[in-house]
Nanobody, 117 residues
Framework: QVQLVESGGGLVQPGGSLRLSCAAS????????MKWYRQAPGKQRELVAA???????NYADSVKGRFTISRDNTKNTGYLQMNSLKPEDTAVYYC???????????WGQGTQVTVSS
């Protein structure tokens, strides 16, 4: 059974940092592209960052220079380091693993990030 379990969310003050983790099980994690999405209240889900199986990354313009996506294939875990957080980063963050080659896609349950003073 495939599972993606996010952790690391919480309440942080503006300018603070959080690191989200996404632990995968039951899948060949290293061949999947991993992405982080977020969804704020009343807004559509948006792509925040992505990292391919080869380690190439890309970011939404709104988080470039502040967020860093990474992965540790030995631990079947992906990460999103979030620095200089702003109130507009407040959202539920979801990890997503997708393999076009295998034709499979999985989502985590989401973790809440709240940036507020």
């Amino acid at each position: 059974q495939v599972q993606l379990v996010e952790s690391g969310g919480g309440l942080v003050q503006p300018g603070g940092s959080l690191r989200l983790s996404c632990a995968a099980s039951g899948m060949l994690f290293r061949v999947y592209t991993m992405k982080w999405y977020r969804q704020a209240p009343g807004k559509q889900r948006e792509l925040v960052a992505a990292i391919t199986s080869g380690g190439s990354t890309n970011y939404a313009d709104s988080v470039k220079g502040r967020f860093t996506i990474s992965r540790d294939n030995t631990k079947n875990t992906g990460y999103l380091q979030m620095n200089s957080l702003k109130p507009e980063d407040t959202a539920v963050y979801y990890c997503n693993d997708r393999s076009d080659y295998l034709g499979r896609e999985y989502w985590g349950q989401g973790t809440q990030v709240t940036v507020s003073s």
